[in-house]
T-cell receptor
């Protein structure tokens, strides 16, 4: 079955540090890829998505993600985080049956 | 404001009781979904509906039931057959009938079974 792996469950970093969250999936066919974010007390919302084209995707709030097909990866990056980036981040992949599979999530805490 | 409304936000029930969680959307989206969120496990799909009067089981449908009598409504019933019902439940919707688009989520319902 299709699976989505997020490498870190918890990440703690200081403001202005760079952030990279890993995401790998197991399906070898055509996929659509997403990163969702859940800020404290708020509902899940889309951060960015990749369907096709340029493998470097830019999203909201300065986030970007790179699709590397050969590595089955879709890592999320931000060059300089802010305290307001404290949230839980979920990678999601659209598998061959069309269902969206989510990773377990990474809790990111940014300290002042 | 357009969006997805879930109710109630918090719900406590005794073991053996069925519980129905409400999900209403005014986005005119065709597809609606129910996910369960548990710590360390991400979101798991319970049921989804791509069109009125039709729905499909997701990955963890056992012990749950749904209906889709109206486009804007997709209630989830957690039955007494669900062995571990205490969880955070999220409803979502999307434009079109597939999973290729963006999901819009509600604020969730937290169910605690005592």
């Amino acid at each position: 079955a299709q699976s989505v792996s997020q490498h870190n469950h918890h990440v703690i970093l200081s403001e202005a540090a760079s952030l990279e969250l890993g995401c790998n999936y197991s399906y070898g066919g055509t996929v659509n890829l997403f990163w969702y974010v859940q800020y404290p007390g708020q509902h899940l919302q889309l951060l960015l998505k990749y369907f096709s084209g340029d493998p470097l995707v830019k999203g909201i709030k300065g986030f970007e993600a790179e699709f590397i097909k050969s590595k089955f990866s879709f890592n999320l990056r931000k060059p300089s985080v802010q305290w307001s980036d404290t949230a839980e981040y979920f990678c999601a992949v659209n598998d061959r049956w069309g269902k969206l599979q989510f990773g377990a999530g990474t809790q990111v805490v940014v300290t002042p | 404001d357009g969006g997805i409304t879930q109710s109630p936000k918090y719900l406590f029930r005794k073991e053996g009781q069925n519980v129905t969680l409400s999900c209403e959307q005014n986005l005119n989206h065709d597809a609606m979904y129910w996910y369960r969120q548990d710590p360390g496990q991400g979101l798991r799909l319970i049921y989804y509906s791509q069109i009125v009067n039709d729905f499909q089981k997701g990955d963890i449908a056992e012990g749950y039931s749904v209906s889709r009598e109206k486009k804007e409504s997709f209630p989830l019933t957690v039955t007494s057959a669900q062995k571990n019902p205490t969880a955070f439940y999220l409803c979502a919707s999307s434009i079109g009938q597939g999973f290729t688009g963006e999901l819009f989520f509600g604020e969730g319902s937290r169910l605690t079974v005592l």
